[in-house]
Each structure stands twice: as structure tokens, then as C-alpha cells.
């Protein structure tokens, strides 16, 4: 049996910020709201019966495909911590924390089933300039 699955996802995140000083150069900025999540997704399975004789080399004996794809809109959370270091008056260093779950997702091909759980975190930095 061969499975193949792809799975693309946008995301619109829409929530409130908040932000706050450490000090002169170190702020914070901490958000959550709800995403609106689009997922579109491909599948295709392929299962082949071979049979061998004495030890011979596999023949094929049967082969069975099936595909499907679709898009499904999911519903989701997403909470986010920022900390952020003014190096100078123009340059300055940021590092997040992005937490997100949505519902699951449910995928057939053929008499295969698959749920997908779209959650999980990112972490980034970056180094900016203000003009």
C-alpha cells in the first residue's frame, strides 16, 4: 500500500495586542483571538496484491487506486508572546512564541481514513529597522 497526502493551509488570524516596557530598550507584546483557517487537501492510495511461487520473483496479480481531494474551512484559536529589544534608536531584535489549534479534519481515499489535527507552534526572530 502507498499513501500520498498533501495538505495546504491558510490561516487569517484577527485578535486584539497588547504591549507593555520592560524598560527603555525591552517591550513586550502579547495577542489572541480566532483564525479563520482554509485547508486544501489531495490524497491517493494505491494497493497492489503480488503472489509468488517457489520462491520466484513477485508477480502482480490485482492493483487498486483511489484519489480525492477538497477544501475545508476550520475554525481555530491562536495565542502569541513577543519580546522585543531596541538594539538602537532604529534597529531593533524580536522573538515570538505562536501557539494555534483549529478542529480537526477528516480525509478518505478509497477505504482509507485520515484525521488531520492542525495545532502546533512557531517560534521566530527577526532583526528590523524603523524608518
Not at 507593555?20 to 480566532?34: K, L, P, R, T, V
Not at 522573538?95 to 483549529?102: M, R, S, V
Amino acid at each position: 500500500i502507498s499513501t500520498s497526502l498533501d495538505l495546504d493551509g491558510y490561516s487569517l488570524a484577527v485578535g486584539p495586542t497588547w504591549q507593555g516596557e520592560f524598560s527603555d530598550d525591552w517591550a513586550w507584546q502579547a495577542s489572541a483571538g480566532i483564525t479563520f483557517n482554509l485547508f486544501k487537501w489531495s490524497a491517493r492510495e494505491t494497493e497492489t496484491l503480488s503472489y509468488s511461487l517457489n520462491e520466484a520473483a513477485p508477480v502482480e496479480f490485482n492493483r487498486w487506486q483511489d484519489s480525492n481531494s477538497g477544501s475545508d474551512f476550520r475554525l481555530g484559536a491562536y495565542a502569541k508572546g513577543e519580546l522585543i529589544h531596541h538594539i538602537t534608536d532604529d534597529w531593533f531584535a524580536k522573538g515570538y512564541l505562536q501557539l494555534e489549534i483549529a478542529d480537526s479534519i477528516e480525509i478518505d481515499v478509497g477505504e482509507s481514513q485520515y484525521e488531520f489535527k492542525p495545532r502546533g507552534f512557531a517560534l521566530g526572530l527577526s532583526i528590523g529597522h524603523s524608518f
